[in-house]
């Protein structure tokens, strides 16, 4: 998933402003029709700038059925 990165500040400088985000995730649904589910990403330029330090994050994620 290609992306924008408008505005950085020294300690999160992803080295450029595009970025492309790629996920692994994986969820269950409850009965009551509402979700969990856990991923994992990773965040770089992919090395279209000299600077490609990338982020990783674990996401827990509760999703809402209404």
Do not use: C, W
């Amino acid at each position: 998933m290609p992306g924008y990165f408008s505005k950085s500040e020294e300690l999160n400088d992803l080295g450029g402003s595009f970025q492309i985000r790629s996920l692994l995730g994986v969820g269950y649904t409850l009965n009551s029709g509402n979700k969990v589910s856990v991923a994992i990403t990773h965040k770089s330029n992919a090395s279209t700038q000299q600077e490609n330090p990338g982020v990783n994050s674990v996401l827990l994620r509760y999703h809402l059925a209404f």
